[in-house]
T-cell receptor, first 113, second 114 residues
């Protein structure tokens, strides 16, 4: 099955700086890559996703890039703010006909004021 | 997210006991999922159900059982056969049974074995 590795496991950044989280996947057939954010004590929520026919997607201060050849995708958060402190999970699936999301282990992001 | 509820929030189990975790959704979603969350291991799929009266094993189904008698409900039973059940359990649902549908999560149940 699909194996998703996520790095780093923890990330501390100064407020206003950028944060980058990288994930690699094993199954070249995977074509859907969402990112979920889980704030302390709360449930995970989708923040952005990308499909394999797109190389980059942006939504305000967050962006995701995908390199299909290298089988990795990354989350970029610019101008970090204290409310960006959370655990971020990447995931991968084989697309509409695949019921299952394979999640990475998560990255704990701490934004220092 | 208020459309998915889980109960109880905290659950304590003695050795050898079976316990059942509740998951209810009023989003009219077809598919429902159970995940286990352990520190440093992300979310691991236990069971999923695409339609009523049908469910499939995920990656770590051993020691767990589920039922899907109603569209709105997908309870998870942690049996005594589950050797290390202490974890945070998350239920999720999707509008369809597609891998590209957004997963909406419940607030979770933290299970502790005494």
């Amino acid at each position: 099955g699909e194996n998703v590795e996520q790095h780093p496991s923890t990330l501390s950044v100064q407020e206003g700086d950028s944060a980058v989280i990288k994930c690699t996947y094993s199954d070249s057939a995977s074509n859907y890559f969402p990112w979920y954010k889980q704030e302390l004590g709360k449930r995970p929520q989708l923040i952005i996703d990308i499909r394999s026919n797109v190389g980059e997607k942006k939504d305000q201060r967050i962006a995701v890039t995908l390199n299909k050849t290298a089988k990795h995708f990354s989350l970029h958060i610019t101008e970090t703010q204290p409310e960006d402190s959370a655990v971020y999970f990447c995931a991968a699936s084989l697309g509409p006909n695949d019921y299952k999301l394979s999640f990475g282990a998560g990255t704990t992001v701490t934004v220092r004021a | 997210d208020g459309g998915i509820t889980q109960s109880p929030k905290y659950l304590f189990r003695k050795e050898g006991q079976n316990v059942t975790l509740s998951c209810e959704q009023n989003l009219n979603h077809d598919a429902m999922y159970w995940y286990r969350q352990d520190p440093g291991q992300g979310l691991r799929l236990i069971y999923y159900s695409q339609i009523v009266n049908d469910f499939q094993k995920g990656d770590i189904a051993e020691g767990y059982s589920v039922s899907r008698e109603k569209k709105e409900s997908f309870p998870l039973t942690v049996t005594s056969a589950q050797k290390n059940p202490t974890a945070f359990y998350l239920c999720a649902s999707t509008i369809g049974a597609s891998g590209t549908d957004t997963q909406y999560f419940g607030p979770g149940t933290r299970l502790t074995v005494l």
